[in-house]
């Protein structure tokens, strides 16, 4: 950043249009930024800055917070985003360990009787898959156990889903994902394929392995300061597309991982944890694409979506429920 040139202008706007009282207690700092608030043009931004504040100026008091600690949680913040590359999201990561994103998740994709349920998205997300073919891998040989993942994509009502966009993404047998090596030269465990005319998809890819959530940054620093583990069970991630109905990011979950239940980010779901099969059949593996060995696992596992409309009467009933129990802002 250079230096300054010119004179020093403002946003543009004009003076209050009403007086507020000097800021000389706790109870007025609040108060006058709470009628500032109301000059918020748009509702629910208006909504979301009242709350906000409401929340954020009652933690404060409640825990009496010192300047040290306030001028800590700057410095961490500044830590967390310095941090942020264009392949890493530690802000992410911050909302996933807080289980802000597992809960934003629940509140968005409510269940609907016969959808599939929703996890979360998760930091390792890039929109760089490659197109595949059904039948194809996401993965290189040699990255991991292999495993093969077929289903069908249908609506709630059991109608197929032709041409749905599948994005799928992993991490390899040794528990990373592509975006943590340095000579990531192209993507790797990651791929995008759409379901046939009567809705069905496979592709082969590798047995995922639990893995622990970056650890050498801020967030990482946070969870060894709350005494908390790092680690993710094994999983595959999923996000569906299609016309109509409403997007889906999922995850499967297979059985048997010690820390299913105490998943750092809070992302599993019972319906979501799946079985694994063990095929030992050498014309099968051949089969399915797989180009030595004769055992690999396979996942079979249809994925329901839920009509858009049907999404959004659960979502906005349980919205309204939610505001006429909520405490209102001050």
Not at 210 to 236: E, K
Request: charged fraction near 25%; hydrophobic fraction near 35%; glycine fraction near 8%.
């Amino acid at each position: 950043m250079g230096e300054p040139e010119g004179k020093a202008v403002s946003n543009g706007l004009p003076p209050l249009p009403f007086q507020l009282p000097y800021p000389d207690s706790p109870d007025v700092i609040t108060s006058n930024l709470l009628k500032i608030a109301e000059l918020t043009p748009n509702d629910r931004k208006r909504f979301l800055a009242k709350n906000l504040i409401t929340h954020l100026h009652q933690f404060v008091r409640e825990t009496s917070l010192t300047t040290k600690e306030w001028e800590e949680a700057i410095q961490f913040l500044t830590a967390v985003g310095q941090t942020c590359t264009p392949l890493r999201q530690e802000f992410i990561l911050l909302s996933d360990v807080l289980g802000v994103s597992a809960l934003v998740d629940a509140l968005n994709n409510p269940p609907v009787q016969g959808g599939t349920e929703s996890s979360v998205l998760g930091p390792f997300f890039t929109e760089d898959s490659p197109d595949l073919e059904n039948g194809d891998s996401i993965a290189s040989d040699g990255k991991g156990e292999y495993m093969y993942v077929e289903g069908r994509v249908l609506s709630t009502d059991g109608t197929p889903i032709p041409n749905a966009t599948i994005e799928t993404w992993e991490t390899d047998g040794h528990g990373f994902y592509d975006t943590q090596y340095s000579n990531r030269e192209k993507p790797e465990c990651r791929g995008r394929l759409h379901s046939d005319k009567d809705g069905h998809f496979g592709y082969r890819a590798v047995v995922p392995v639990a893995y622990p959530i970056p650890g050498d940054g801020p967030v990482g620093d946070l969870l060894l300061g709350m005494g908390r583990h790092n680690m993710r069970p094994n999983h595959l991630h999923l996000m569906i597309e299609a016309p109509g109905y409403t997007k889906l990011v999922t995850a499967f979950y297979p059985e048997g991982d010690e820390w299913l239940e105490s998943d750092a980010v809070f992302g599993v779901k019972k319906s979501l944890v799946v079985k694994l099969q063990e095929i030992n059949d050498e014309a099968e593996a051949r089969k399915r694409g797989f180009p030595k060995g004769n055992s690999f696992k396979l996942l079979q596992r249809d994925i329901i979506l839920v009509p858009e409309e049907k999404s959004r009467e659960v979502f906005e009933r349980n919205a309204r429920e939610a505001a006429k129990n909520a405490p209102a802002a001050v």
